[in-house]
Protein backbone atom coordinates (compact mmCIF):
# COMPACT_ATOMS: atom_id res chain seq x y z
CA UNK A 1 0.00 0.00 0.00
CA UNK A 2 1.06 3.61 -0.54
CA UNK A 3 -0.11 6.85 0.68
CA UNK A 4 -2.48 8.72 -1.46
CA UNK A 5 -3.05 12.47 -1.67
CA UNK A 6 -6.21 13.53 -2.98
CA UNK A 7 -7.51 17.31 -4.23
CA UNK A 8 -10.03 19.09 -3.08
CA UNK A 9 -12.76 20.68 -5.68
CA UNK A 10 -14.06 23.94 -3.81
CA UNK A 11 -17.75 24.33 -5.39
CA UNK A 12 -19.90 27.11 -3.78
CA UNK A 13 -22.49 24.68 -2.42
CA UNK A 14 -19.77 22.56 -0.13
CA UNK A 15 -18.90 22.97 3.56
CA UNK A 16 -16.26 25.31 5.62
CA UNK A 17 -15.97 22.23 8.26
CA UNK A 18 -17.23 19.20 7.00
CA UNK A 19 -13.68 18.01 5.54
CA UNK A 20 -11.46 20.09 7.16
CA UNK A 21 -12.90 18.62 10.55
CA UNK A 22 -12.48 15.46 9.51
CA UNK A 23 -8.75 15.49 8.90
CA UNK A 24 -7.82 17.46 11.93
CA UNK A 25 -7.67 20.96 11.07
CA UNK A 26 -9.48 24.29 11.07
CA UNK A 27 -11.73 25.34 7.90
CA UNK A 28 -10.71 28.03 5.54
CA UNK A 29 -12.42 30.52 3.78
CA UNK A 30 -13.20 28.65 0.59
CA UNK A 31 -16.19 25.73 0.68
CA UNK A 32 -14.43 22.39 0.51
CA UNK A 33 -17.08 20.50 -1.65
CA UNK A 34 -15.12 16.95 -2.72
CA UNK A 35 -11.94 15.07 -1.57
CA UNK A 36 -11.04 13.34 -4.72
CA UNK A 37 -9.46 10.13 -3.97
CA UNK A 38 -8.47 8.24 -7.19
CA UNK A 39 -7.11 8.58 -11.06
CA UNK A 40 -9.51 10.62 -12.95
CA UNK A 41 -7.80 12.84 -14.87
CA UNK A 42 -9.37 15.90 -14.30
CA UNK A 43 -7.94 15.87 -10.81
CA UNK A 44 -5.76 12.99 -10.40
CA UNK A 45 -4.64 11.71 -7.16
CA UNK A 46 -1.27 11.56 -6.42
CA UNK A 47 1.99 9.06 -4.84
CA UNK A 48 5.34 9.58 -3.99
CA UNK A 49 8.20 8.91 -6.55
CA UNK A 50 11.75 9.93 -5.12
CA UNK A 51 10.49 11.82 -2.91
CA UNK A 52 7.88 14.01 -5.08
CA UNK A 53 4.20 13.51 -5.66
CA UNK A 54 3.65 11.60 -9.16
CA UNK A 55 -0.33 11.21 -10.83
CA UNK A 56 -1.50 8.30 -10.25
CA UNK A 57 -3.32 8.52 -13.61
CA UNK A 58 0.13 8.76 -15.32
CA UNK A 59 1.55 6.03 -13.24
CA UNK A 60 -1.38 3.29 -14.44
CA UNK A 61 -0.61 4.65 -17.99
CA UNK A 62 2.85 3.63 -18.25
CA UNK A 63 2.23 0.49 -16.04
CA UNK A 64 -1.58 -0.80 -16.47
CA UNK A 65 -1.27 -4.35 -15.99
CA UNK A 66 1.04 -3.70 -12.95
CA UNK A 67 -1.77 -1.30 -11.30
CA UNK A 68 -5.00 -2.95 -12.20
CA UNK A 69 -3.88 -6.49 -13.05
CA UNK A 70 -4.77 -8.26 -15.97
CA UNK A 71 -8.71 -8.76 -15.22
CA UNK A 72 -9.68 -5.17 -14.82
CA UNK A 73 -6.84 -3.94 -17.38
CA UNK A 74 -9.32 -6.26 -20.09
CA UNK A 75 -12.00 -5.16 -18.73
CA UNK A 76 -11.93 -1.24 -18.65
CA UNK A 77 -8.76 -0.78 -19.96
CA UNK A 78 -5.74 1.33 -18.79
CA UNK A 79 -7.36 3.39 -16.21
CA UNK A 80 -8.97 3.14 -12.89
CA UNK A 81 -12.44 2.22 -13.08
CA UNK A 82 -13.53 3.67 -10.22
CA UNK A 83 -13.40 7.01 -8.23
CA UNK A 84 -13.70 7.76 -3.98
CA UNK A 85 -14.96 11.28 -2.94
CA UNK A 86 -15.59 12.35 0.62
CA UNK A 87 -18.41 14.85 -0.05
CA UNK A 88 -19.37 17.68 2.16
CA UNK A 89 -22.74 19.82 1.04
CA UNK A 90 -23.80 22.43 3.28
CA UNK A 91 -26.22 23.50 0.33
CA UNK A 92 -28.69 21.88 -2.16
CA UNK A 93 -26.67 20.22 -5.29
CA UNK A 94 -27.97 20.50 -8.96
CA UNK A 95 -30.74 18.18 -9.66
CA UNK A 96 -29.19 15.39 -12.11
CA UNK A 97 -28.67 12.37 -13.69
CA UNK A 98 -26.24 9.97 -15.14
CA UNK A 99 -26.31 7.97 -18.86
CA UNK A 100 -26.26 4.38 -19.79
CA UNK A 101 -22.69 3.32 -21.15
CA UNK A 102 -24.08 3.01 -24.71
CA UNK A 103 -25.47 6.36 -24.86
CA UNK A 104 -22.68 8.01 -22.73
CA UNK A 105 -20.29 6.45 -25.73
CA UNK A 106 -22.59 7.80 -28.70
CA UNK A 107 -23.02 10.91 -27.46
CA UNK A 108 -19.33 11.76 -26.39
CA UNK A 109 -18.33 10.11 -29.65
CA UNK A 110 -20.00 12.59 -31.18
CA UNK A 111 -18.80 15.73 -29.12
CA UNK A 112 -22.48 16.40 -28.26
CA UNK A 113 -22.27 19.32 -24.84
CA UNK A 114 -21.88 17.75 -21.14
CA UNK A 115 -20.02 14.52 -22.11
CA UNK A 116 -16.66 14.21 -21.48
CA UNK A 117 -15.79 11.03 -21.56
CA UNK A 118 -17.31 7.77 -23.06
CA UNK A 119 -18.47 5.92 -19.49
CA UNK A 120 -21.37 5.62 -17.40
CA UNK A 121 -20.96 7.35 -13.85
CA UNK A 122 -23.52 4.99 -11.45
CA UNK A 123 -23.12 6.37 -8.11
CA UNK A 124 -22.99 4.70 -4.09
CA UNK A 125 -23.13 7.81 -1.68
CA UNK A 126 -22.88 6.64 2.07
CA UNK A 127 -23.80 9.27 4.83
CA UNK A 128 -21.08 9.86 7.35
CA UNK A 129 -23.63 11.83 9.51
CA UNK A 130 -26.84 12.80 8.78
CA UNK A 131 -27.76 13.22 4.98
CA UNK A 132 -30.20 14.90 3.66
CA UNK A 133 -31.08 13.65 0.05
CA UNK A 134 -33.93 13.03 -3.02
CA UNK A 135 -33.30 9.83 -4.83
CA UNK A 136 -35.63 8.74 -7.51
CA UNK A 137 -39.09 9.33 -8.24
CA UNK A 138 -41.45 8.45 -5.42
CA UNK A 139 -45.45 6.72 -5.87
CA UNK A 140 -46.74 9.59 -8.46
CA UNK A 141 -50.48 9.44 -6.58
CA UNK A 142 -48.46 10.78 -3.70
CA UNK A 143 -46.64 14.00 -5.88
CA UNK A 144 -50.47 14.38 -7.00
CA UNK A 145 -51.49 15.13 -4.05
CA UNK A 146 -48.45 17.13 -2.51
CA UNK A 147 -49.00 19.15 -6.05
CA UNK A 148 -52.62 19.63 -5.54
CA UNK A 149 -52.28 20.95 -1.52
CA UNK A 150 -49.47 23.18 -2.83
CA UNK A 151 -51.79 24.60 -5.65
CA UNK A 152 -49.68 24.24 -7.99
CA UNK A 153 -51.75 23.96 -11.41
CA UNK A 154 -50.83 23.41 -15.10
CA UNK A 155 -52.22 19.63 -15.47
CA UNK A 156 -49.35 18.03 -13.76
CA UNK A 157 -51.31 16.68 -10.61
CA UNK A 158 -54.06 15.20 -13.63
CA UNK A 159 -51.27 13.07 -15.28
CA UNK A 160 -49.63 12.25 -11.96
CA UNK A 161 -52.93 10.62 -10.87
CA UNK A 162 -53.39 8.87 -14.24
CA UNK A 163 -50.08 7.15 -13.87
CA UNK A 164 -48.36 8.82 -16.60
CA UNK A 165 -45.16 10.10 -14.67
CA UNK A 166 -42.72 10.65 -18.04
CA UNK A 167 -45.43 13.39 -19.18
CA UNK A 168 -45.88 15.02 -15.69
CA UNK A 169 -42.11 15.46 -16.01
CA UNK A 170 -41.54 16.70 -19.12
CA UNK A 171 -44.73 19.27 -18.34
CA UNK A 172 -43.04 20.49 -15.50
CA UNK A 173 -39.38 20.29 -16.75
CA UNK A 174 -40.79 22.99 -19.62
CA UNK A 175 -42.24 25.06 -17.80
CA UNK A 176 -40.12 28.48 -18.11
CA UNK A 177 -39.34 32.47 -16.95
CA UNK A 178 -42.38 34.27 -15.26
CA UNK A 179 -44.93 30.82 -15.66
CA UNK A 180 -42.32 29.20 -12.97
CA UNK A 181 -41.87 32.23 -10.57
CA UNK A 182 -45.35 32.64 -10.73
CA UNK A 183 -46.14 28.45 -10.01
CA UNK A 184 -43.43 28.43 -6.91
CA UNK A 185 -44.16 31.56 -5.65
CA UNK A 186 -48.00 30.84 -5.14
CA UNK A 187 -47.15 26.99 -3.73
CA UNK A 188 -44.55 28.48 -1.38
CA UNK A 189 -47.48 30.73 0.18
CA UNK A 190 -49.88 27.17 0.28
CA UNK A 191 -50.86 26.28 3.71
CA UNK A 192 -51.10 22.95 2.87
CA UNK A 193 -52.69 19.67 5.71
CA UNK A 194 -49.77 18.82 8.13
CA UNK A 195 -49.17 15.53 5.78
CA UNK A 196 -47.73 18.13 3.43
CA UNK A 197 -45.85 20.05 5.48
CA UNK A 198 -42.35 18.37 4.33
CA UNK A 199 -43.30 19.38 1.12
CA UNK A 200 -43.83 23.05 1.72
CA UNK A 201 -40.48 22.96 3.69
CA UNK A 202 -38.20 21.19 0.57
CA UNK A 203 -40.15 23.73 -2.04
CA UNK A 204 -39.13 26.42 -0.09
CA UNK A 205 -36.10 25.79 0.40
CA UNK A 206 -35.15 25.03 -3.01
CA UNK A 207 -37.28 28.08 -3.99
CA UNK A 208 -35.30 30.35 -1.84
CA UNK A 209 -32.04 29.81 -4.35
CA UNK A 210 -34.25 29.45 -7.63
CA UNK A 211 -37.18 30.95 -7.26
CA UNK A 212 -37.66 30.58 -11.28
CA UNK A 213 -36.42 27.23 -11.33
CA UNK A 214 -39.09 24.46 -12.50
CA UNK A 215 -36.44 21.37 -11.19
CA UNK A 216 -38.08 23.12 -7.70
CA UNK A 217 -41.08 21.79 -8.86
CA UNK A 218 -39.74 18.29 -9.66
CA UNK A 219 -37.95 18.12 -7.07
CA UNK A 220 -41.77 17.13 -5.60
CA UNK A 221 -41.63 13.91 -7.08
CA UNK A 222 -38.61 12.51 -5.61
CA UNK A 223 -38.20 10.51 -2.39
CA UNK A 224 -36.61 12.46 -0.09
CA UNK A 225 -34.82 10.61 3.21
CA UNK A 226 -32.50 11.82 5.76
CA UNK A 227 -30.03 9.20 6.28
CA UNK A 228 -28.47 7.81 9.11
CA UNK A 229 -24.70 7.20 9.35
CA UNK A 230 -23.83 3.91 7.52
CA UNK A 231 -27.11 4.38 5.42
CA UNK A 232 -26.86 4.90 1.92
CA UNK A 233 -28.74 5.54 -1.55
CA UNK A 234 -27.25 4.14 -5.04
CA UNK A 235 -27.72 5.98 -7.87
CA UNK A 236 -27.64 3.97 -11.10
CA UNK A 237 -28.21 5.59 -14.68
CA UNK A 238 -31.26 7.19 -15.10
CA UNK A 239 -32.19 8.37 -11.47
CA UNK A 240 -32.60 11.46 -10.93
CA UNK A 241 -31.31 12.28 -7.58
CA UNK A 242 -29.93 15.89 -5.41
CA UNK A 243 -27.58 16.30 -2.18
CA UNK A 244 -29.21 18.42 0.29
CA UNK A 245 -27.08 18.72 2.91
CA UNK A 246 -24.56 16.11 4.96
CA UNK A 247 -21.36 14.67 4.36
CA UNK A 248 -20.74 11.11 2.80
CA UNK A 249 -18.29 8.97 1.27
CA UNK A 250 -19.34 8.31 -2.55
CA UNK A 251 -17.95 5.89 -4.71
CA UNK A 252 -18.66 6.08 -8.34
CA UNK A 253 -17.48 4.71 -11.94
CA UNK A 254 -14.76 6.99 -12.47
CA UNK A 255 -16.78 9.53 -15.25
CA UNK A 256 -17.72 12.49 -15.14
CA UNK A 257 -20.88 12.65 -17.18
CA UNK A 258 -23.39 14.59 -15.48
CA UNK A 259 -26.63 16.28 -16.92
CA UNK A 260 -28.06 18.47 -14.60
CA UNK A 261 -31.67 19.26 -14.58
CA UNK A 262 -31.67 22.59 -12.53
CA UNK A 263 -30.90 23.65 -9.17
CA UNK A 264 -27.93 24.95 -10.91
CA UNK A 265 -26.43 28.00 -12.69
CA UNK A 266 -24.77 25.72 -15.05
CA UNK A 267 -26.09 24.93 -18.38
CA UNK A 268 -29.24 22.31 -18.30
CA UNK A 269 -30.34 20.71 -21.41
CA UNK A 270 -34.11 19.99 -20.64
CA UNK A 271 -34.16 17.53 -23.51
CA UNK A 272 -31.50 15.52 -22.86
CA UNK A 273 -32.22 15.25 -19.43
CA UNK A 274 -36.13 13.79 -20.28
CA UNK A 275 -34.25 11.51 -22.87
CA UNK A 276 -31.95 9.94 -20.20
CA UNK A 277 -34.18 9.47 -17.25
CA UNK A 278 -35.77 6.52 -15.88
CA UNK A 279 -39.25 7.00 -15.25
CA UNK A 280 -39.47 4.05 -12.74
CA UNK A 281 -40.80 4.55 -9.42
CA UNK A 282 -38.27 3.48 -7.05
CA UNK A 283 -40.28 2.14 -3.50
CA UNK A 284 -37.55 2.46 -1.20
CA UNK A 285 -33.97 4.41 -1.98
CA UNK A 286 -32.52 3.82 1.28
CA UNK A 287 -29.76 1.07 0.82
CA UNK A 288 -28.24 -0.72 4.21
CA UNK A 289 -25.11 -2.67 3.81
CA UNK A 290 -25.22 -6.33 4.93
CA UNK A 291 -22.85 -8.35 6.69
CA UNK A 292 -19.72 -9.41 4.88
CA UNK A 293 -17.35 -10.63 7.39
CA UNK A 294 -16.57 -10.17 10.71
CA UNK A 295 -16.18 -6.13 11.09
CA UNK A 296 -16.92 -5.98 7.79
CA UNK A 297 -19.65 -4.05 5.73
CA UNK A 298 -20.91 -4.70 2.08
CA UNK A 299 -23.25 -2.52 -0.16
CA UNK A 300 -24.60 -4.85 -2.76
CA UNK A 301 -24.52 -2.68 -6.31
CA UNK A 302 -25.22 -4.53 -9.59
CA UNK A 303 -21.88 -2.88 -11.42
CA UNK A 304 -18.68 -4.39 -12.21
CA UNK A 305 -16.84 -0.95 -12.16
CA UNK A 306 -16.67 -0.95 -8.42
CA UNK A 307 -17.82 -2.64 -4.69
CA UNK A 308 -17.36 -0.77 -1.57
CA UNK A 309 -16.45 -2.18 2.07
CA UNK A 310 -16.43 -0.77 5.82
CA UNK A 311 -14.47 -2.27 8.10
CA UNK A 312 -14.34 -1.87 11.69
CA UNK A 313 -11.23 -2.68 13.96
CA UNK A 314 -11.03 -1.69 17.62
CA UNK A 315 -7.63 -1.05 19.61
CA UNK A 316 -6.26 -3.74 20.67
CA UNK A 317 -8.66 -5.73 18.92
CA UNK A 318 -8.23 -8.35 15.62
CA UNK A 319 -7.29 -7.01 12.22
CA UNK A 320 -9.31 -7.77 9.43
CA UNK A 321 -7.96 -9.09 6.47
CA UNK A 322 -9.35 -8.46 2.76
CA UNK A 323 -8.88 -10.76 -0.66
CA UNK A 324 -8.93 -8.42 -3.21
CA UNK A 325 -7.52 -9.55 -6.11
CA UNK A 326 -7.61 -5.57 -8.04
CA UNK A 327 -6.54 -2.30 -7.28
CA UNK A 328 -7.98 -0.82 -4.33
CA UNK A 329 -8.42 2.70 -2.47
CA UNK A 330 -8.65 2.97 1.42
CA UNK A 331 -9.97 6.03 3.18
CA UNK A 332 -9.47 6.53 6.78
CA UNK A 333 -12.50 7.62 8.69
CA UNK A 334 -10.74 6.18 12.22
CA UNK A 335 -7.27 6.01 13.04
CA UNK A 336 -6.00 3.21 10.67
CA UNK A 337 -3.11 1.51 9.41
CA UNK A 338 -3.38 -1.09 5.83
CA UNK A 339 -0.82 -3.18 4.63
CA UNK A 340 -0.47 -5.52 2.08
CA UNK A 341 3.05 -7.47 0.50
CA UNK A 342 3.97 -4.07 -0.55
CA UNK A 343 4.01 -2.26 2.52
CA UNK A 344 2.64 -1.05 5.34
CA UNK A 345 1.22 2.83 6.42
CA UNK A 346 -0.55 4.06 9.23
CA UNK A 347 -3.38 6.69 8.22
CA UNK A 348 -5.28 9.47 10.01
CA UNK A 349 -8.93 10.37 9.38
CA UNK A 350 -9.65 11.81 6.27
CA UNK A 351 -6.34 10.18 4.66
CA UNK A 352 -6.45 7.57 2.11
CA UNK A 353 -4.20 4.96 1.13
CA UNK A 354 -4.07 3.17 -2.93
CA UNK A 355 -2.97 -0.82 -3.47
CA UNK A 356 -1.86 -2.10 -6.68
CA UNK A 357 -3.73 -5.30 -8.21
CA UNK A 358 -1.76 -8.64 -6.81
CA UNK A 359 -0.18 -7.35 -3.66
CA UNK A 360 -1.86 -10.00 -1.44
CA UNK A 361 -4.51 -9.95 1.06
CA UNK A 362 -4.94 -6.44 2.45
CA UNK A 363 -4.70 -6.35 6.20
CA UNK A 364 -6.50 -3.45 8.17
CA UNK A 365 -6.04 -2.64 11.95
CA UNK A 366 -6.06 0.18 14.43
CA UNK A 367 -9.30 2.03 16.11
CA UNK A 368 -12.11 2.91 13.79
CA UNK A 369 -13.35 2.61 10.21
CA UNK A 370 -12.36 2.75 6.87
CA UNK A 371 -14.29 2.21 3.78
CA UNK A 372 -12.53 0.47 0.64
CA UNK A 373 -13.24 0.72 -2.57
CA UNK A 374 -12.10 -2.31 -5.27
CA UNK A 375 -13.54 -2.98 -8.46
CA UNK A 376 -16.11 -6.02 -8.18
CA UNK A 377 -14.97 -9.70 -7.05
CA UNK A 378 -15.27 -12.03 -4.84
CA UNK A 379 -13.73 -11.20 -1.54
CA UNK A 380 -13.37 -13.19 1.68
CA UNK A 381 -12.71 -11.60 5.11
CA UNK A 382 -11.38 -13.09 8.06
CA UNK A 383 -9.52 -11.72 11.56
CA UNK A 384 -6.19 -12.42 12.00
Not at 23 to 51: I, Q
Not at 233 to 254: I, S
Not at 257 to 265: D, E, K, M, S, W
Request: hydrophobic share 45%; net charge negative.
Amino acid sequence: MEALSGGLRHYAWGSRRAIAALRGRDGGDEPEAELWLGAHPDLPGTVLRSGRPAALDDLIAQRPEHWLGRDALARFGPRLPFLVKILAAEQPLSLQVHPEPAHAAARWSTGYPGYTDAQHKPELLVALEPFDVLCGFRDPARSAAALRALAVEGGAAALLAGGELEAAVGLLMRVRGEDARRLIATAATARPPDEFAGDLELLRLLADRYPADPAVLVSLLLNRRLLAPGEAVWMPAGNPHAYLRGTGVEVMAASDNVLRAGLTAKPVDVQEVLRVLRYEVLAEPVLRAEPAGDGVLAWDVPVDDFALRAVDVAAGGPSVTLSLPGPKVVVAIGHIWVGDDDGRIDLEPGQAAVGRAGAGALTLGGAGRAFVASTAGASAAFNA
